[in-house]
């Protein structure tokens, strides 16, 4: 099928580029004509594992393509997909004026039946606004409908193309059956529901996520008064399949572009419609205190941190991306810098968008150079790299061979032995 996808960031990327994989034509339009450019060059700006290749593959098929022409680009095609950013505004509510705008420019180029997929998150009742933005213009038939996207940024062309289910919300056959037949390649379960049931799927789905991260943080912090291991814990815990262990990991808190925007638009969307939803408020108020159990935990080793050098290890918000939107390991260093102290830090891929936002801190080439001379070590963020460091090595490196662990990737008994004074969360 011939698809138009609006957007070419995280989510329009790899949705254009797997939709191509799938065997759609995919025209990928965004407004941005050099962006535009070095992609149809095959030259991709987000990290994102694979997806280099997959669009250079699609790019050389012939299947995909970039543009900035927006006429030509909607009329052509029978489905077109909004996957612009809906960012958290000051309040905490979505920003949708990058999506009103892009239902706006596509009724300016309608001219026959249209399916306009929105794959950008967003409030429950957003795909009846955009249905009448559209119709301000466009007078001829058209469908909204809504596929929200269930990506983890380091994994989401797997994501996409292996997912769990995909959900289609529309307000009538004809739209969910066009809609079925593009994720046709796709072997996996297709839930059609409405339009406002599959906006709320995708809120209720991450807000559920980040509450389980935060319920095993708040364990973690119970484990550290009563001397249980978090870790056993969460394992005795998953094992129940009512359960499951996944987003069970205690550590430094859940960041990133989806988890905290999409907690308090939820928290937002209930208050507005009169419902005080008071387990987000704790969810989100224990996930912005997790960044100070690590601090704590600092200050338990070095006493004062004034004037103190210490090595962070990870600037991400997770592994596997350069992203550091709404990053744990960029608030603790600011909350380290604020105690006095001298932070030196490293990350594999994520130091030059970090340097963008840090001040006074000394961004290292390597974990190892981050470690010299450091009386602290804190891991931040969950990079198998940290794991395979020879920590004898970094040992011998650091002037007091101390370390926190915010993501309890490294074995305790191993790191006493070595002779750290090794702390972690919940352990
Ligand atoms: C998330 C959802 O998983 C995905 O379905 C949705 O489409 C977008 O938002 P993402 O934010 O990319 O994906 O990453 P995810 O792997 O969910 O991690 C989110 C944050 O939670 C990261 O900061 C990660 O470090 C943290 N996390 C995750 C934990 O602290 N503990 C866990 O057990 C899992």
Same mark, same amino acid.
């Given at each position: 099928?011939?698809?138009?996808? !609006?957007?070419?960031?995280?989510?329009?990327?790899?949705?254009?580029?797997?939709? @191509?994989?799938?065997?759609?034509?995919?025209?990928?339009?965004?407004?941005?004509?050099?962006?535009?450019?070095?992609?149809?060059?095959?030259?991709?700006?987000?990290?994102?594992?694979?997806?280099?290749?997959?669009?250079? #593959?699609?790019?050389?098929?012939? &299947?995909?393509?970039?543009?900035?022409?927006?006429?030509?680009?909607?009329?052509?095609?029978?489905?077109?997909?909004? $996957?612009?950013?809906?960012?958290?505004?000051?309040?905490?509510?979505?920003?949708?004026?990058?999506?009103?705008?892009?239902?706006?420019?596509?009724?300016?180029?309608?001219?026959?039946?249209?399916? +306009?997929?929105?794959?950008?998150?967003?409030?429950?009742?957003?795909?009846?606004?955009?249905?009448?933005?559209?119709? &301000?213009?466009?007078?001829?038939?058209?469908?909204?409908?809504?596929?929200?996207?269930?990506?983890?940024?380091?994994?989401?062309?797997?994501?996409?193309?292996?997912?769990?289910?995909?959900?289609?919300? @529309?307000?009538?056959?004809?739209?969910?059956?066009? *809609?079925?037949?593009?994720?046709?390649?796709?072997?996996?379960?297709?839930?059609?529901?409405?339009?406002?049931?599959?906006?709320? +799927?995708?809120?209720?789905?991450? @807000?559920?996520?980040?509450?389980?991260?935060?319920? !095993?943080?708040?364990?973690?912090?119970?484990?550290?008064?009563?001397? @249980?291991?978090?870790?056993?814990?969460?394992?005795?815990?998953?094992?129940? #399949?009512?359960?499951?262990?996944?987003?069970?990991?205690?550590?430094?808190?859940?960041?990133?572009?989806?988890?905290?925007?999409?907690?308090?638009?939820?928290?937002?969307? $209930?208050?507005?419609?009169?419902?005080?939803?008071?387990?987000?408020?704790?969810?989100?108020?224990?996930?912005?205190?997790?960044?100070?159990?690590?601090?704590?935990?600092?200050?338990?080793?070095?006493?004062?941190?004034?004037?103190?050098?210490?090595?962070?290890?990870?600037?991400?918000?997770?592994?596997?991306?350069?992203? +550091?939107?709404?990053?744990? $390991?960029?608030?603790?260093?600011?909350?380290?810098?604020?105690?006095?102290?001298?932070?030196? $830090?490293?990350?594999?891929?994520?130091?030059?968008?970090?340097?963008?936002?840090?001040?006074? *801190?000394?961004?290292?080439?390597?974990?190892?150079?981050?470690?010299?001379?450091?009386?602290? *070590?804190?891991?931040?963020?969950?990079?198998?790299?940290?794991?395979?460091?020879?920590?004898?090595?970094?040992?011998?490196?650091?002037?007091?061979?101390?370390?926190?662990?915010?993501?309890? !990737?490294?074995?305790?008994?191993?790191?006493?032995?070595?002779?750290?004074?090794?702390?972690?969360?919940?352990?």
């Amino acid at each position: 099928m011939k698809i138009t996808m !609006i957007g070419v960031g995280y989510v329009g990327l790899v949705t254009g580029t797997c939709l @191509a994989e799938i065997g759609h034509q995919v025209v990928c339009l965004n407004t941005d004509k050099k962006k535009s450019a070095r992609l149809q060059k095959g030259k991709v700006h987000i990290y994102e594992p694979g997806l280099d290749k997959l669009v250079q #593959k699609n790019l050389k098929a012939g &299947r995909l393509r970039f543009t900035t022409d927006y006429a030509a680009a909607i009329r052509d095609s029978l489905i077109v997909f909004i $996957a612009v950013g809906t960012p958290s505004r000051p309040d905490g509510q979505a920003e949708l004026k990058y999506v009103f705008q892009a239902a706006e420019s596509i009724s300016q180029h309608m001219i026959d039946y249209k399916v +306009i997929v929105n794959k950008s998150t967003v409030p429950v009742g957003t795909g009846e606004k955009v249905k009448e933005i559209i119709q &301000r213009k466009y007078s001829g038939r058209f469908d909204v409908v809504s596929c929200p996207e269930f990506l983890r940024e380091g994994s989401a062309v797997t994501d996409f193309l292996r997912p769990d289910r995909v959900v289609i919300g @529309a307000n009538n056959k004809k739209s969910a059956n066009l *809609v079925l037949d593009v994720f046709k390649p796709i072997r996996t379960k297709k839930l059609v529901t409405n339009l406002k049931s599959a906006e709320l +799927i995708k809120y209720a789905s991450n @807000a559920f996520l980040a509450t389980k991260i935060s319920f !095993i943080n708040e364990i973690s912090n119970i484990c550290d008064l009563v001397g @249980a291991d978090v870790e056993e814990v969460a394992y005795g815990m998953g094992l129940d #399949k009512r359960i499951g262990t996944s987003f069970l990991k205690a550590g430094v808190g859940y960041g990133g572009s989806c988890f905290p925007k999409d907690v308090s638009a939820l928290e937002q969307i $209930a208050g507005f419609n009169g419902y005080d939803f008071k387990l987000l408020k704790a969810v989100i108020r224990v996930n912005n205190n997790q960044r100070s159990v690590v601090v704590k935990k600092a200050k338990k080793l070095l006493g004062s941190l004034r004037g103190k050098r210490i090595g962070v290890l990870g600037l991400a918000f997770k592994n596997n991306t350069d992203d +550091i939107r709404e990053s744990a $390991a960029i608030d603790v260093i600011r909350l380290l810098q604020k105690e006095g102290a001298r932070v030196t $830090a490293y990350d594999p891929v994520a130091s030059k968008r970090a340097k963008e936002v840090l001040r006074r *801190v000394k961004l290292a080439g390597s974990a190892y150079q981050a470690c010299q001379d450091a009386e602290l *070590v804190v891991i931040a963020t969950e990079w198998q790299e940290f794991q395979k460091l020879d920590w004898r090595k970094v040992k011998n490196l650091m002037r007091v061979p101390q370390v926190v662990d915010g993501r309890n !990737i490294l074995d305790q008994n191993t790191m006493r032995k070595l002779g750290f004074h090794y702390l972690s969360i919940g352990r």
